[in-house]
């Protein structure tokens, strides 16, 4: 049985407001309402959907709702190792938004935007001069080195800190008219000088837009509060701040089981951000209509895996601000040509309380004795091979029912030690994991009863996974 402190839901949750005010923390959380310092965007995706054909572009925004002008770090990640394919800096003005396409590049992807808030470097403005993602992070691990891993990933923003009223900083990125005052003077001296402690407020989402198929996919970010108590500069080119510098190691977990909420002490900051977000199931629903052609896809993305590769194994975990759990590590294997694979369990119900006398799991079926798996950091899990989004990073769950719900079960039947996570007051079990499900609905080209013009007729909608707790 696990043991945590526990306190009333209303009593956390109200001194986590009142720290915010004070711009202190003590605790790492996910906010409910949807703002933090920390964004941690699912899926991104420029794929085709078709081979060769209908590639989805990913709009990506994010919201800087305070009245602090603000310095963050904007991270892309592919999606089978978590490798860093494109990172730079953002200033957001107060009330600034800013907005990029993920669009293909060559044999990869690469980000433009027409939006004029100030970046560190510039970002490119056309299809033309598009920012190409790079694979130098992962040009020799196992899983190979060609820019096509990049097509598909996730995406961290984190706050390093707001700017100073009137400071220098803040002076050139404040816009007028619409535009910044003098993007090009921003320099590295005067923003170390002028930031201070983050203060949160940040939101966005990504659309995963695919116009010739006719769909169109929406995703919030997860938002992390109360990451850092004090700002953390980084020069451009620098690959941090990253998710390891939580600080301070408390998390707060809250839940409706029991009523109350839990908390945990942590060694390591990256364990305060997967002790937040730790699930034991993740639950959805798939639709697979005939009639309608419909398909079902779902994101399941593991954003701390790459720092709990197996110690066991011989090979490092984390990176060189983060030394390994030796004892225990929270993943269960480490990196290969076919992924870091971690063992889950898989029962799909339809919707009228059946499911198979043997739970159903991912296909093809594995050698005997072998148990479902997940192998990437973002992973599409697919229904009878439909996949919506054309990924290459996927596992399949074939199933007989046209349409229900499947419980995946992160937690795998292990009793190793592995998808658990210790902390001083108690364990976490499962996974941390964010993610959605995709659905589509098709019923082909229908001609408009008045006019008799064509009209394709195809949808797309998303529905926000659902978890039982890590407790």
Request: net charge negative; glycine share 10%.
């Amino acid at each position: 049985m696990n043991t945590f402190n526990k306190k009333s839901l209303f009593v956390a949750l109200a001194s986590l407001g009142a720290l915010s005010v004070t711009g202190t923390a003590d605790a790492v959380y996910v906010n409910p309402d949807g703002t933090g310092q920390v964004l941690l965007y699912p899926y991104y995706t420029v794929r085709n959907k078709v081979a060769g054909v209908a590639p989805f572009n990913s709009l990506l925004s994010v919201i800087n709702s305070t009245v602090s002008a603000k310095i963050v770090k904007v991270r892309f990640l592919e999606g089978k190792n978590s490798r860093e394919v494109l990172d730079f800096n953002l200033y957001l003005s107060a009330k600034d938004v800013w907005t990029t396409a993920i669009i293909p590049v060559g044999d990869g992807a690469g980000i433009i935007t027409s939006d004029n808030s100030c970046t560190t470097p510039a970002v490119g403005r056309t299809v033309a001069t598009a920012t190409p993602f790079v694979n130098f992070a992962y040009s020799g691990d196992p899983a190979g080195g060609s820019l096509d891993r990049t097509t598909e990933g996730y995406v961290e923003i984190i706050e390093m800190g707001t700017l100073n009223k009137g400071s220098t900083t803040e002076g050139y990125i404040t816009h007028s008219g619409g535009v910044p005052a003098d993007c090009s003077s921003i320099n590295s001296t005067e923003s170390s000088r002028d930031i201070t402690f983050p203060t949160g407020g940040l939101f966005g989402g990504i659309t995963l837009v695919n116009v010739l198929a006719g769909e169109d996919y929406t995703e919030d970010a997860t938002a992390l509060e109360q990451f850092r108590t004090d700002s953390f500069w980084a020069i451009p080119g620098s690959i941090l701040p990253d998710l390891t510098l939580a600080d301070p190691r408390w998390t707060v977990f809250t839940s409706a089981v029991g009523g109350g909420a839990v908390s945990g002490t942590t060694v390591l900051g990256i364990d305060s951000v997967s002790a937040v977000l730790m699930h034991h199931n993740v639950l959805n629903e798939f639709v697979l209509d005939a009639p309608t052609l419909s398909q079902t896809s779902w994101v399941v993305t593991f954003p701390t895996k790459r720092y709990y590769y197996n110690p066991a194994a011989g090979q490092l975990c984390g990176t060189s601000q983060v030394p390994c759990n030796q004892v225990q590590s929270l993943f269960q294997r480490n990196f290969v040509a076919t992924g870091a694979c971690d063992d889950v369990g898989v029962v799909v119900w339809s919707r009228e309380e059946q499911t198979a006398k043997t739970p159903g799991g991912f296909s093809p079926p594995p050698p005997s004795g072998a148990t479902p798996a997940l192998c990437w950091e973002a992973n599409v899990v697919t229904f009878n091979s439909k996949n919506i989004f054309g990924s290459v990073n996927t596992s399949n769950v074939n199933t007989a029912y046209t349409n229900g719900w499947m419980d995946l079960d992160l937690l795998g039947g292990l009793t190793n030690g592995r998808h658990k996570l210790p902390t001083a007051n108690g364990t976490f079990t499962g996974l941390p994991v964010i993610g959605f499900a995709a659905q589509t609905f098709n019923n082909g080209t229908l001609a408009d009863a008045t006019t008799g013009k064509l009209i394709q007729s195809q949808y797309g909608g998303n529905f926000v996974h659902k978890y039982t707790p890590g407790l």
